[in-house]
Antibody, heavy 119, light 108 residues
Framework: QVQLVESGGGVVQPGRSLRLSCAAS????????MHWVRQAPGKGLEWVAV????????YYADSVKGRITMSRDNSKNTLFLQMNSLRVEDTAVYYC????????????WGQGTLVTVSS | SYVLTQPSSVSVAPGKTASITCGGS??????VHWYQQKPGQAPVLVVY???DRPSGIPERFSGSNSENTATLTISRVDAGDEADYYC???????????FGGGTKLTVL
């Protein structure tokens, strides 16, 4: 079965950087687009970014564009989210999620990793 | 940017039918997807492409989409359905995924 395991979250000061990872298993990772979705404490879901199956196409939410870079290593079945110039408002649980295929929705989710931006 | 509007809360008695709406401009022309999220858990897809159910999702969950409103309907509601529900679309014009604000379903 599909398994997505996020890691790399933690407490970081405003302006600093953090890199999240998502290890995928149970499916052919290189065949599917992948997303990051975040959820601030007590708030709703917010889409962050998507990457195509081969990494050639990426789209970002306006709230993170220019500060966040999504990438993937298909040889290691791993997804990444490089977050720079972090802000207090980036505090959230970050989920990686699998796209069923050029569909831009999420048929499997990880359990999430918490990022706290605080001085 | 495209906006999806959901009621913040819906209440329903056990055994009854709950309807959760998702409003958006000409949303009927888009594919709508619905997620259920229970406290402390990741979201789960319950309806995709307006009305299709993933394997393992009970037939009690159904969806519809027309004109400016999409609806998630849960029949024969039980306490286990109490959760937050989110609608979601892909907005091609902005190349953004868009979520509704979420609806908290309370089973009385």
């Amino acid at each position: 079965q599909v398994q997505l395991v996020e890691s790399g979250g933690g407490v970081v000061q405003p302006g600093r950087s953090l890199r999240l990872s998502c290890a995928a298993s149970g499916f052919t990772f290189s065949d599917y687009g992948m997303h990051w979705v975040r959820q601030a404490p007590g708030k709703g879901l917010e889409w962050v970014a998507v990457i195509s199956y081969d990494g050639s196409i990426k789209y970002y939410a306006d709230s993170v564009k220019g500060r966040i870079t999504m990438s993937r290593d298909n040889s290691k079945n791993t997804l990444f989210l490089q977050m720079n110039s972090l802000r207090v408002e980036d505090t959230a649980v970050y989920y990686c999620a699998k796209d069923p295929g050029y569909s831009y929705y999420f048929d499997s989710w990880g359990q999430g990793t918490l990022v706290t931006v605080s001085s | 940017s495209y906006v999806l509007t959901q009621p913040s809360s819906v209440s329903v008695a056990p055994g009854k039918t709950a309807s959760i709406t998702c409003g958006g401009s000409n949303i009927g022309s888009k594919s709508v997807h619905w997620y259920q999220q229970k406290p402390g858990q990741a979201p789960v897809l319950v309806v995709y492409d307006d009305r299709d159910r993933p394997s393992g999702i009970p037939e009690r969950f159904s969806g519809s989409n027309s004109e400016n409103t999409a609806t998630l309907t849960i029949s024969r509601v039980d306490a286990g359905d109490e959760a937050d529900y989110y609608c979601q679309v892909w907005d091609l014009s902005s190349t953004h995924v868009v979520f509704g604000g979420g609806t908290k379903l309370t089973v009385l």
